[in-house]
Every structure is written in C-alpha cells, then in structure tokens.
C-alpha cells in the first residue's frame, strides 16, 4: 500500500525550531518529487516547500524562506522539514505529498501533523 | 506572485451539475489541478493536467482550462461529493500555488 506517515508536529513557543518527518512506503520514493502543503485552523490549502527526487531543486513559499528547510533521505525513504524561527502564523496542520514531476499535482498525502506555535 | 482565485462557495442541488471555477492570469498555459477535502479528512486530487481523472475518481468529476480560467465539473452531483475544492498549479516564478479553495453545498 502507498502510504505517507508524518511525524514531529506539536507545540512551540514562538521563535523556537521543530522538525517533522514523513515516512513513505509502497512506490520507489527515490523518482518522485516531494512537497510539505499546511492548512490553518479552519483556513485553506498553503504549498509549502518541494524537493526533487536528487534534491537538485528545492523551492519555498516566501513567508517561509530563510526559516524552513526540506531535504530529503533517498536511503530512508523520508522527506523533512527543518522549521526554524517559528512564529503563531505557522500554526497548521502540515501534510506531505508525492509531487508528479511533469503534471506538478500531488496524488499522495499523509494524515497531516498538527503543529502548534503559541507560548 | 502569481495566485488563483476561486469563488468562496457554491450550491447545486442532487443530481444537478456543479461548476468550479480558478482563475489565474494565462492558467491555460499551465497545468490545473483539483483536490477534493472534506472535513478532518487530507485532499484528495481528483483531476490532474486539466482534463485527466486518478484511478478510483468517479466519471463525474471532469475538467477543463482555457484562457485564464480552470473549472472542475461535477455532474449529477450526490450528497458524498460535499466538500471544500481546491485548484493548484505550478508557476515558474511562484512555484506551486492553491486556490482559497471553494465550499461545495449539496442540498
């Protein structure tokens, strides 16, 4: 079964860093690109970040450049994101998903991980 | 930056025909997408590269984009098909981007 499992999220003060995982299993996670998409409480659909199957290309939403990194392990099929400098407005549910390369849509996503930023 | 807009929300009635709409400026040129989410539930995509329906998406749910505006079509729309839809693509400058995304009310 093609799944994702994020992990990581929770509660933090503002300012401080957390990082979530996502774990896939069921397809060759290595020749696909990977994208972190947030949803605010009772609020829409935020892309985030994606990384390329090599990590070549990475690209960020601006709200989160210079804070957040994604990287990838090919070798533990798992993406992450480093979220540094936290601030309230990052509050969301995170999700990862699978990217198709060429179509650029996302036919995978996780249950999502909540993460908190309030002191 | 580049952003899609979509209407905040629409209603049709069992059975009738629902249309979505995402606008962006030269969006034909791109490829949408469309995503189903119902509540405490992640999206799920339901049509891709403006036309193409996923294994397991009903017949129902079709698409079209041209000119400046993407629309996901659901004709004889049933009560499961509530939910919020969301369009997104992909821009060369912006990178991806969704809609606000649209409340669909089957009644």
């Known amino acids: 079964e093609v799944q994702l499992v994020e992990s990581g999220g929770g509660l933090v003060q503002p300012g401080g860093s957390l990082r979530l995982s996502c774990a896939a299993s069921g397809f060759t996670f290595a020749s696909y690109w990977m994208t972190w998409v947030r949803q605010a409480p009772g609020k829409g659909l935020e892309w985030v970040a994606s990384?390329?199957?090599?990590?070549?290309?990475?690209y960020y939403v601006g709200s989160v450049k210079g804070r957040f990194t994604i990287s990838r392990d090919n070798s533990k099929n798992s993406v992450f994101l480093q979220m540094n400098s936290l601030r309230d407005e990052d509050t969301a549910v995170y999700y990862c998903?699978?990217?198709?390369?060429?179509?650029?849509?996302?036919?995978?996503w996780g249950q999502g991980t909540m993460v908190t930023v309030s002191s | 930056s580049y952003e899609l807009t979509q209407s905040p929300s629409v209603s049709v009635s069992p059975g009738q025909t629902a249309s979505i709409t995402c606008s962006g400026d030269k969006l034909g040129e791109k490829y949408a997408c469309w995503y189903q989410q119902k509540p405490g539930q992640s999206p799920v995509l339901v049509i891709y590269q403006d036309t193409k329906r996923p294994s397991g998406i009903p017949e129902r749910f079709s698409g079209s984009n041209s000119g400046n505006t993407a629309t996901l079509t659901i004709s004889g729309t049933q009560a499961m098909d509530e939910a919020d839809y969301y369009c997104q693509a992909w821009d060369s400058s912006t990178a991806g981007v969704f809609g606000g995304g649209t409340k669909l009310t089957v009644l």
């Open positions: 998903a699978r990217q198709w390369e060429l179509q650029r849509a996302f036919d995978i």
């Open positions: 990384i390329k199957q090599d990590g070549s290309e990475i």
